[in-house]
């Protein structure tokens, strides 16, 4: 990727006229790095994410070097098959995989090495690869690994050879379903990279920062990295590492000198202290750098870059959360990993921009549920100054399928699983993840069954991976997020560093007292209301499990913050529509009401209770109900002049609402217990506005027009200049508005889009999770008025141009610019 930090470019270049004599010396000796041998390579890193060949079958001996698979098609990574397929009422991932069926399917690829590289290193990084995923090199398999969501890395070198045809195959094999309780995706659904490197190296993810002790004076940190050396030679080392801060300059090079020996693998301390420290916090997500060098003799042999941040996180009793010594509530969502009609293949500009809304939103904190998301949300997490969660699983030894879902075999073959590859699972997770300061609290499990059906055995597991996790970081607390149901309290909280329990947020504080030492928190609560209404025309948030948080809960993470794939109500639909924002990353009315509870600058909006809509909710019935929020739509066009319920959400002290310029008159939060301010209004076409107050000042507005017809679209981008690096994606609300520019609530025409020039329409999505049309297209109905679409880069520089066109209106268009950032 040419814009992907983690290439890291190479320092030397090669000396051509000792090449040869070079080679003479390698091949002879092995690797030996003295004199006699020119300037090192160092390591060579790569994105490996272009010209694969895929198919979706298991052709036999798709793993031999001979065989044919020209006829495959040709695909980029990330690549998620599943979101391909036609969700299907009679597949059997059902309501938990969003009717998308599951299968086998293989990827191929290519290594072309000369003789210099052959004798190096090399090693392939998949992010992640859902679901069994094989890996061979010229038809040697590297193993078996279950697990899907964890990042891992493979050790290609033992059956590599000098040629262009190396062949790198992958069989990966979802069919067993349903696997997961929602919309996994399927196939090379991540990034993936390929290192070149000396066999002298720093294995993946092998450097460590901490920070034993931080004051506003200075900061110690501790540096720990992991050497191999696989050459046949005793090698003299030297590791020098430099520390820069955020603005990138060298604030402190430490050199350690030590030696290998053949075969060896060693972890080198090195420590400093440094004044002044930038703290990594919420609204200044200050992130340092380190650069590591190995050099034996004058060359430099491998190298790596780690960011890090400096930042204290403590749970306490009593007081719940804290970041930096100050006490912080954790305004928290849950999500999972998936973006609507791109499936589980979602690029980091499109997690940037959801994680932007939310944290606009006021969220400071998300919980990645269930299992272990891209490493990109990571990173952007820490950018953006977010605290998370960080999940291994939702389940352990005892699957959630009954015997209607599995046969006895298969529910024996995923116990046994559990029991082979769970310390790998937590190896790979932390070690991954563990120098993110964004990562404050570590989750080994969710809902588990053990929990439910054999606490002992729940406790037994529990220990076991608690005790794990507390090896390979000593610096974080592990949770578990508790089951609300079975008894209470569990025995396993008492195996907890931080008790986290979903939907028992007003039983966990009067758990308190009796467990006074205990550190809590809310890891699963419901936006609104806590049980579905009997009547979707009443709202009553006065037990929203916020009210409940008191000091000693450190915070709560809502389910969910974006709607997702999978854990479907029932066909037709596709998911679950539980979210605060809808998968385009459109706000819900109702998320306004969470708006006004996490923001702190002050805020207001107007929403309307759409009768109609709470009647067909009414009809509707599912146990998913009480998730969702009510019947609220935020327009001001109706067909009727019936009175209107009017709720405005806001953290204002007072609210006046008029309409047309009149004044409906003035509420006061202080005296909504439940913080919804509710007018009843006879509507009259025209503006509905309210204004919020602070001691007299106006500090917010917002308000609702009524739409006239449909006359024209609107787009709207969130950037102008793509980097022209084949990932980047804009992102254009197609709005269809009136003569005056007001949104068009009704218009649900299908509008289609055309993109030439350097991008691609990467997808295109209503955020209806019941639109069952296919996952790529270029034309789909809009609803509420409104559309997304995702345009990506290419890897070429130039103009995306971007045309929309929707019956009986004037096509309208846009240019992006994709830039090369090299
Ligand atoms: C919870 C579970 C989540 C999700 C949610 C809504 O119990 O932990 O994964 O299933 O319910 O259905």
Redesign the pocket.
């Known amino acids: 990727m040419v814009c992907n930090k983690r290439s890291i470019q190479l320092r030397h270049s090669i000396n051509r006229s000792c090449l040869l004599l070079f080679l003479l010396v390698w091949v002879g000796c092995g690797p030996h790095y003295s004199k006699t041998r020119p300037e090192i390579l160092g390591r060579q890193d790569q994105s490996w994410d272009q010209g694969w060949r895929f198919v979706l079958d298991d052709p036999n001996g798709a793993e031999t070097v001979d065989f044919n698979d020209s006829d495959w098609n040709l695909v980029s990574l990330p690549h998620d098959w599943m979101i391909q397929q036609i969700p299907d009422i009679n597949a059997s991932s059902g309501t938990a995989g969003g009717y998308y069926p599951g299968g086998v399917a293989w990827y191929r690829k290519r290594l072309s090495l000369d003789r210099e590289q052959r004798q190096r290193k090399a090693t392939l990084f998949l992010d992640g690869a859902y679901r069994q995923a094989t890996v061979y090199v010229n038809g040697h398999s590297l193993g078996t690994r279950d697990f899907g969501y964890v990042s891992r890395a493979y050790d290609l070198s033992r059956y590599l050879h000098v040629g262009p045809d190396n062949l790198i195959a992958i069989r990966v094999d979802s069919s067993v379903q349903p696997m997961d309780?929602?919309y996994s995706g399927s196939g090379l659904f991540r990034h993936v990279h390929l290192s070149l490197h000396e066999p002298l190296y720093i294995p993946p993810y092998g450097v460590t920062v901490t920070t034993p002790w931080i004051t506003d004076q200075q900061a110690q940190i501790k540096i720990r990295t992991q050497l191999h050396n696989d050459t046949p030679d005793l090698l003299p080392c030297r590791l020098v590492t430099q520390v820069l801060s955020p603005a990138g300059k060298t604030i402190a090079e430490l050199a350690s000198e030590f030696s290998l020996s053949p075969g060896q693998q060693d972890s080198i301390e090195q420590q400093t202290t440094f004044d002044k420290p930038q703290r990594w916090d919420l609204d200044y997500p200050e992130l340092y750098h380190v650069e590591s060098q190995v050099y034996v003799n004058k060359y430099l042999i491998d190298e790596s870059e780690t960011n890090f941040g400096i930042r204290t996180v403590a749970f306490k009793p009593q007081t719940g959360f804290w970041l930096n010594e100050r006490p912080v509530k954790l305004k928290g969502v849950c999500l999972h990993h998936d973006g609507g009609v791109l499936g589980a293949a979602v690029p980091r500009a499109v997690w940037k921009r959801r994680l932007e809304i939310l944290k606009d939103m006021g969220v400071n904190a998300v919980r990645l549920?269930?299992n272990p998301h891209a490493p990109e949300v990571l990173e952007l997490c820490d950018e953006l100054g977010l605290l998370v969660y960080d999940e291994l699983y939702?389940k352990w030894r005892m699957p959630w399928q009954t015997e209607e879902h599995w046969s006895p075999e298969e529910t024996q073959q995923y116990r046994q699983s559990f029991v082979e590859r769970w310390q790998r699972d937590i190896d790979d997770f932390i070690a991954r993840d563990r120098n993110h300061p964004s990562v404050m609290l570590w989750s080994v499990g969710?809902?588990t069954m053990e929990q439910l059906k054999d606490p002992n055995e729940g406790i037994a597991i529990l220990k076991a991976l608690v005790g794990r996790v507390h090896e390979l970081d000593p610096s974080r607390e592990v949770t578990c997020?508790m089951h609300p149901h079975g008894e209470f309290p569990s025995q396993l909280i008492h195996h907890l560093d931080v008790v986290s329990y979903?939907?028992q947020t007003a039983a966990m504080v009067e758990l308190q007292s009796k467990y006074p030492t205990y550190r809590w928190i809310a890891s699963?609560t419901k936006a609104v209301q806590n049980e579905a209404p009997a009547d979707w025309t009443t709202v009553d948030f006065s037990r929203n499990s916020w009210f409940a948080i008191n000091d000693g809960i450190a915070g709560q993470f809502i389910?969910s913050g974006i709607d997702y794939l999978g854990?479907s109500p029932g066909w037709p639909s596709r998911g679950?529509p539980?979210g605060l924002l809808e998968t385009t990353g459109f706000k819900k009315p109702h998320a306004y009401f969470t708006e006004s509870l996490y923001r702190d600058d002050p805020m207001v909006h107007v929403t309307v209770m759409d009768s109609q809509l709470a009647q067909k909710r009414s009809q509707a019935e599912s146990w998913?109900d009480s998730?969702y929020g009510p019947a609220l739509v935020d327009h001001w066009t109706f067909s009727d002049d019936q009175i209107k319920e009017v709720y405005v959400f806001t953290n204002a002290e007072v609210v006046e609402l008029t309409l047309n310029g009149e004044s409906l008159g003035q509420r006061r939060l202080s005296e909504s217990p439940d913080r919804i301010l509710r007018w009843q209004v006879p509507y009259q076409p025209g503006t509905l506005k309210a204004i919020a107050y602070q001691e007299d000042k106006i500090v917010a507005e917002h308000q609702l027009q009524t739409a006239g017809s449909v006359h024209h679209l609107e787009l709207m981008r969130d950037q102008k200049v793509l980097k022209a690096n084949g990932q980047d994606v804009a992102h254009i609300e197609i709005t269809a508005v009136d003569e005056d520019g007001i949104r068009v609530p009704g218009f649900a025409q299908p509008m289609e889009v055309k993109v030439t020039g350097v991008g691609r329409l990467l997808g295109l999505d209503n955020g209806d999770l019941c639109d069952l049309s296919p996952s790529d297209i270029d034309t789909r109905s809009a609803r509420h008025g409104q559309i997304l679409a995702m345009i990506q880069s290419e890897t070429q520089s130039g103009s995306i141009k971007i045309q929309v066109t929707t019956d009986g209106l004037p096509q309208i268009e846009l240019t992006l610019k994709s830039q090369s950032c090299d």
């Open positions: 309780r929602w549920a269930h939702d969710n809902e997020a979903n939907y699963e389910w854990e679950f539980g998913q998730w």
